[in-house]
DNA sequence: TCTTTATGGTGAG
DNA sequence: TCACCCTAAAGAT
């Protein structure tokens, strides 16, 4: 489930349990025999998240680069390794393991490793130094639909297609909108949805963007699985607020889903 | 139980 | 534009 909030949290959670703590490193599956050595018996200096891109600190001079992909899994698991695990990290409770499987990009690399990766992406909304006019300014060079720009980690970095879905909808901004005739109100917009929905979703460990009073609910947390998104893979649907049949087509490569008359 | 699909991105052609 | 990476949940049977 990797979209930039997933990375987050994923760096939160490591950090709880690694940070500060000496590490030990292997390769279950082989394919990172090499790297899992590097930073094997070190100590734990902590990670932190760019979008996607998920970066751990080791020793004095080791870092780690992660990216999840589509289909990579980071997570804490208990007992012999199951399946492919390209990197397992065990902290001083040697029951728990985090287990890597299926990644995209796992590597280690010298300090400035986490520097190119923090550059390689444009303005994250989950960290600080996030600055809203980059993002500003990158939608005002895009002549590129809205709802691909949306997907470009150098526009925004950690908005997918789920929550580009989503933001479009909440802001009632159509995607096909090329992205420089936005107005500014609505670039800001979108910035500032994407941090509140993004944060929300560190928050929760899944993405939720209804308003739980819209479906019956009394918290973001009750709400049931399958009414926790306005347009997401509801092609047919009856919009949530206007009864609209959700229309699904393709942007920017992927599959878009929105609502014709909201948005 | 098997098949399809996916919240991503790269690199070949 | 498409194959690929090669997990795992969801859907089909």
Same mark, same amino acid.
């Given at each position: ?21 000496? !590490? ?30 998920? !970066? ?56 400035? +490793?986490?520097?190119?990766?923090? $550059? ?5 909304? +989950? ?6 006019? $980059? ?20 526009? !925004?970095?950690? &908005? ?7 933001? +479009?909808?909440?802001?009632? &901004? ?29 928050? +929760? ?25 306005? !347009? ?32």
């Amino acid at each position: 489930m990797p979209e930039g909030h997933t990375i987050h949290r994923l760096a939160r959670d490591l950090n709880r349990d690694l940070k500060g703590k000496c !590490v030990s490193a292997s390769s279950p599956q082989g394919r990172f025999h090499a790297g899992a050595k590097t930073i094997d018996s070190q100590q734990c200096r902590g990670f932190e998240a760019f979008g996607k891109h998920l !970066v751990g600190h080791f020793g004095d001079v080791d870092v780690l680069h992660v990216h999840l992909g589509l289909i990579g899994k980071f997570r804490p698991t208990s007992g012999d390794p199951i399946g492919a695990v390209r990197l397992r990290l065990t902290g001083p409770d040697e029951e728990r393991n985090w287990d890597l499987r299926g990644p995209m990009v796992c590597t280690v690399g010298p300090p400035d +490793l986490a520097e190119s990766v923090a $550059d390689s992406v444009g303005p994250d909304p +989950l960290r600080r130094s996030g600055k809203s006019a $980059d993002f500003i300014d990158a939608m005002s060079r895009r002549r590129i639909a809205v709802g691909a720009a949306l997907l470009d980690q150098k526009v !925004v970095a950690g &908005i997918g297609n789920v929550y580009r879905a989503e933001l +479009l909808f909440l802001a009632g &901004i159509s995607p096909t909108t090329p992205a420089n005739q936005l107005s500014s109100d609505d670039v800001m917009q979108i910035w500032d949805l994407a941090s509140a929905q993004l944060r929300q979703g560190v928050k +929760l460990n899944r993405i939720v963007t209804v308003d739980p009073t819209e479906v019956g609910s009394t918290t973001v947390r009750a709400i049931p699985r399958g009414d926790r998104l306005y !347009v997401y893979k509801r092609e047919g649907d009856p919009c949530r607020r206007c009864a609209t049949p959700i229309a699904m087509s393709e942007v920017g490569g992927r599959k878009l889903w929105h609502c014709p008359t909201c948005q």
